[in-house]
């Protein structure tokens, strides 16, 4: 089984997974305060998306 881990902070994913979809990928985070830092990076990183 592959090791499931926050996109953002790296962390082991317990129970209260949040899965945020970047460009067209699923990512799994730990908790609201990372599905946040990584939907920034992500607008940041794209820019023309609205
Ligand atoms: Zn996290």
């Not at 945020?20 to 730990?30: I, N």
């Amino acid at each position: 089984m592959d090791d499931r881990t926050c996109a953002a902070c790296d962390c082991e994913l317990e129970t209260d997974i949040i899965t945020v979809t970047l460009g067209g990928r699923a990512v799994e985070v730990c908790c609201q305060d990372c599905a946040l830092l990584l939907g920034e990076a992500q607008a940041a990183i794209a820019g023309s998306e609205a």
